[in-house]
């Protein structure tokens, strides 16, 4: 299930995606930038609580300090597959996941679905912060993923 946040969501707590393909400094400040746009969308109905987000290098804790001092969450809870394993937990600590955009999901349409389907197995909403986006549902994002994906 992939939708805007709305009143039924309000007092949620939220687990934070983000992913970014940039390195070092720029990859941080992309990250916080991601994780901005989630908390001006959330507009104080929704609190963020968990932090998930991978790069195309490893995540140590030198990109958690970057991450943290360029304004981020000191708090780093794992990549996808640690947020995965989270998702049928009793106690996750959260609801939805948001996102700045449904394609920091990812941009392949397999691995998109599976990850939608992952969340939705276990009842946990996909947000984005993407206004652009709001009022669309999983088919009209999907079919535009799978038609840049090739």
């Not at 691995?111 to 549902?137: C, I, M, W, Y």
Request: aromatic share 10%; with cysteine.
């Amino acid at each position: 299930m992939i939708r805007p946040a709305t009143p039924d969501l309000a007092d949620k707590r939220l687990a934070f995606w983000g992913y970014t393909n940039r390195r070092g400094a720029d990859a941080a400040l992309d990250l916080v930038r991601q994780l901005r746009r989630c908390e001006d969308s959330c507009d104080g109905r929704l609190s963020i609580t968990h932090f998930f987000y991978e790069l195309p290098i490893e995540v140590d804790g030198g990109v958690v300090e970057a991450v943290r001092d360029a304004g981020g969450p000191s708090r780093y809870d794992g990549g996808w597959d640690a947020l995965a394993d989270a998702l049928p937990a009793d106690g996750k600590g959260f609801e939805a996941i948001v996102c700045a955009g449904f394609d920091r999901i990812s941009r392949s349409a397999d691995r998109f679905f599976a990850r939608q389907q992952q969340a939705s197995a276990h009842g946990v909403a996909l947000l984005s912060a993407d206004t652009r986006a709001f009022g669309r549902d999983v088919e009209d994002f999907g079919y535009a993923v799978w038609c840049t994906s090739g």
